[in-house]
């Protein structure tokens, strides 16, 4: 018997899940995927909100991450440190919404300095699963075809969590949810600490997020596009650009690529109750929609998916 059941097993699934624990309710994820095999496990996640818009509510949800994720460095949570990171501007620039929410951000001469929480998500996403199997929670593999058919899934659930991401799109048949395609390389770490970000660079987006045994590289941000096939001119290009960026990198050997599908929406995340509902009675919240910002929102939007959650355990 779970009172809740949260639908997706990435970032926002799983803290939203550890999150309504630690409330009290009892909580079964159901899922299509394991952890990882999410589009979560490919992020290089370190905190940043890419490509959000701020407003307030934006800016809460990633204070409230920042002030976690850096809670959790500091016990020695698995996966999770401060990234030292440098932010290359090539014109001038207002000092970011975002700032507020980091303590050390400091403008320079062409470039932003700060230090924010870097996550190496396959052995966080594998702690948060530890951590909620730990405390009684359940782990269900189905893929679900409507969001009617849940309360039959799960015995007693009075509250369904829609962490869908990209399922979403036709789950809750919303069609501001579309794909951010992002590529990436992974290369041995020649012993770099600290983060370089270029978002405009002349030929494409690069960052270069160093963690404890690669280094992330990336990147491309391709709005509508489905292809997850690895594109060899794109990692070539990503190899350069990088390398120009930080000499140290020429000729690092190559570990591994990838590319997934970022979980975007048009007007952004949406974190809000249904107003109608599913079949018997059962409450229904959205969380999902988070783009490229999935980690650096997670927390905070757990614990709006908290409140949302209400009176819901044992009901």
Do not use: K
């Amino acid at each position: 018997m779970s009172d809740v059941t949260v639908l997706g097993a990435g970032i926002i699934g799983l803290t939203c899940a550890v999150r309504l624990q630690e409330h009290g309710h009892t909580v079964t994820v159901v899922t299509a995927d394991e952890p990882g095999h999410t589009v979560s496990s490919l992020a290089a996640a370190v905190w940043y909100p890419t490509r959000t818009d701020g407003d307030p509510r934006v800016l809460s949800w990633a204070g409230r991450t920042f002030d976690e994720l850096t809670a959790q460095a500091a016990r020695g949570v698995p996966g999770v440190v401060p990234r030292p990171t440098r932010m290359i501007l090539r014109r001038p620039h207002e000092t970011p919404w975002w700032a507020p929410a980091v303590p050390d951000f400091a403008e320079g001469p062409g470039e932003w300095r700060f230090t924010v929480p870097s996550v190496e998500m396959p052995v966080y996403l594998r702690s948060l699963l530890d951590r909620f199997g730990t405390a009684g929670g359940r782990l269900v593999r189905h893929r679900v075809e409507r969001l009617a058919d849940v309360p039959r899934l799960v015995a007693g659930a009075r509250l369904v969590v829609n962490a869908t991401g990209l399922a979403a799109r036709d789950l809750a048949d919303d069609p501001a949810v579309h794909p951010a395609r992002g590529q990436i390389v992974g290369v041995a770490n020649p012993g770099l600490v600290t983060s370089v970000r270029d978002e405009e660079h002349p030929a494409g987006m690069t960052y270069i997020h160093p963690r404890s045994r690669d280094v992330v590289l990336g990147g491309t941000f391709q709005p509508g596009e489905w292809d997850t096939a690895v594109d060899p001119a794109t990692t070539a290009a990503i190899l350069a650009r990088c390398a120009e960026l930080v000499p140290e990198l020429t000729g690092a050997p190559v570990l591994w690529q990838a590319a997934g599908l970022r979980p975007a929406r048009h007007g952004g995340a949406r974190v809000e109750a249904d107003p109608v509902g599913l079949p018997g009675g059962v409450r229904l919240v959205h969380a999902y929609g988070h783009g490229g910002a999935g980690v650096t929102l997670s927390w905070g939007c757990a614990d709006d998916v908290v409140a949302l959650a209400g009176g819901a355990a044992g009901a």
